[in-house]
């Protein structure tokens, strides 16, 4: 079984020849950005640390859309990043509470 880890800022830098060295992760999902193409602060560091150690990763967008276009756009976010980064594993968006606590209030 595969295992990976979901990183984003709240993690902050990460020493990414020693996630390679340990053995114990085989691929991450970066938190791309979130919201109104608002780049996490980490991000453009994972995906350099992933690459410069061959650790696969695909992105995904933290989303605060309440409406189609604003999804779409979040959608479009998303790709173009893991585009222009490199990223060898699948897009995700992410919906959580806190997002539909936004929706609901605008």
Partial sequence: MAKGIDVSTWQGAIDWPKVKASGRVDFAI???????????????????????NNIPFGVYWFSYAYNEEMAKNEADYACDFAEKFGATLPIAYDWEEDSENYARKN
């Fill in 30 to 52: 970066i938190r791309a950005g979130y919201g109104k193409n608002n780049v996490d602060d980490q991000a453009v560091a994972n995906a350099a640390g992933c690459r410069k």
